[in-house]
């Protein structure tokens, strides 16, 4: 397993100048049958599957979200199209398929004989590989795992992707597991002050295709540098995204861009982390904040 990372490495640019970027699309997996009645996402607790992964819920779970948000390949409803070129991938998770590994770690200690299948989809982007082959979609690929705003971080990786000249869209996806015994322990080992972010309820996954745009355009956009990144920002403004934990935020944009049936209109949602990124429909984006003081931080 991956121990998360407390010293993000992606820099980017806030302030009045940052792009602003489309959200083109967005699905919420919130796989907790009747416990998920009334959340984002609430669906029955079996996972469509998917073949050649076995075991663990991890991958269904990616692949369930991502081809909601992008449809059906092939099909009319398929937003990648010839587009797979141009499009990029992003994966963020704080602790990864912890069953694979604990399975596949299981089995080694027990003397049993090691499947191929667990060594293959213990690569936590196995799955992408597959996604990618039924749209297309051959850009570049990240992996993060964050210990603190890893919302905001997942956000800055699609955003940093988008700044490269060959890609016009981002798949984010921001997906965890249901935390077993060595998650609960090692989340609890490196809590303090400065984290980690708080896990989810249970399974649970988030998509968002991103894309370029000029300001302006696209129902719903995403800029940085627009919101005040304080403590503040950090509490949901939905209690009902709080069981989302580090996904809440990410939630919260997906029901930005699909707002729930009936609700009320969507309001701008304030990303935790060093970028202030505001997620709000086009037009009511908020006003950038005042650029950071000398020596202060990026």
Known sequence: MTVPDTHPRTHRTA???????????AACRTPWGGAATGLPGAAPVELPRVTGFVTSRFSPLVHSVATECLGAPGSADDLVGAAGPRTGTVLATM??????LDTATRRLTEGQVHSPLLFFQSVTTSILGRLGQSYGITGPVECLSVARDGAGEALSAADLMLEQEDIDRVLLVGVELAANERATWIHRRIAGPDGPDPLPDGDCAVALLLARTDEGTGRVLLRAGAGSGSPADRAPADARHARFGWLA???????TVRPPEGGPVPRPV?????YGYVVAPAGRAAAPAAPAA?????
């Not at 000398?294 to 990026?298: K, S, T, V, Y």
Request: glycine share 14%.
């Open 294 to 298: 000398p020596g202060g931080p990026a």
């Open 15 to 25: 302030g009045p100048s940052a792009p602003a970027r489309a959200l083109l699309s």
């Open 270 to 274: 304030r990303v935790p982390g060093r």
């Open 95 to 100: 602790f990864g398929d912890t069953v694979t």
């Open 249 to 255: 935020p990410l939630v919260a944009a997906a029901e």
